[in-house]
């Protein structure tokens, strides 16, 4: 399963709402669908899973939806902190990446 | 607490084998169900996923480098070797290694900090 996400770079201010997209090339089952944050220098860190669960510890501004081929992250009020990149992650057979997209600040 | 930890050489010569090792506690792959995984990210890129090793020993690999890359574990030391053979430049990048937990709580990711890998020519 290939997953897009577009566009690349994405530019924000600090207190704005911000939705991520990633599409992926066929259906993934049960919703295995899941959305990462990764800073420079660091591990990849879960934000959800099966395209709407919150993993431990994640802050409720973070949001995650969609079924099928199409999800959304979403993020309600832009922290400084939350200036990052995300990629999505499908675990049906295997697991595919995204090629990401990264949150600037405006 | 659960703890991954990635080790192994930081420059590595083309057409060689790139052998490294994931050392982590808080958990045993000698208990059902448990796993580690390997990843790797190229500079300023995506994320791939390189293999998994379960707690009965089968091995699940990437499509794309299926016939280069190996897993095995050290039960009794807590690791988990990876090896990926005929390495070129585009093999350079943080490999990562990380374990999956998918139970009733929930799923949980726990990840190493990572080891850049320069591959020479």
Redesign the interface.
Known sequence: IVLTQSPGTLSFSPGERASLSCRASQTVSSNYLAWYQQKPGQAPRLLIYRASKRATGIPDRFSGSGSGTDFTLTISRLEPEDFAVYFCQQYVTSITFGQGTRLDIK | QITLKESGPTLVKSTQTLTLTCTFSGFSLSTNGMNV?WFRQPPG?????LAFIYWDDIG?Y??SLKNRVSVMKVTSKNEVVLRLTNVTPEDTGTY?C?HRVDDS?????Y????TLVTVSS
Not at chain 2, 45 to 49: D, H, I, Q, S
Not at chain 2, 111 to 114: N, T
């Open positions: 995984g890129k995506a994320l791939e996923w699940r990437s499509p990562f990380a709580d929930g799923l949980r990711d990840w190493g900090q990572g």
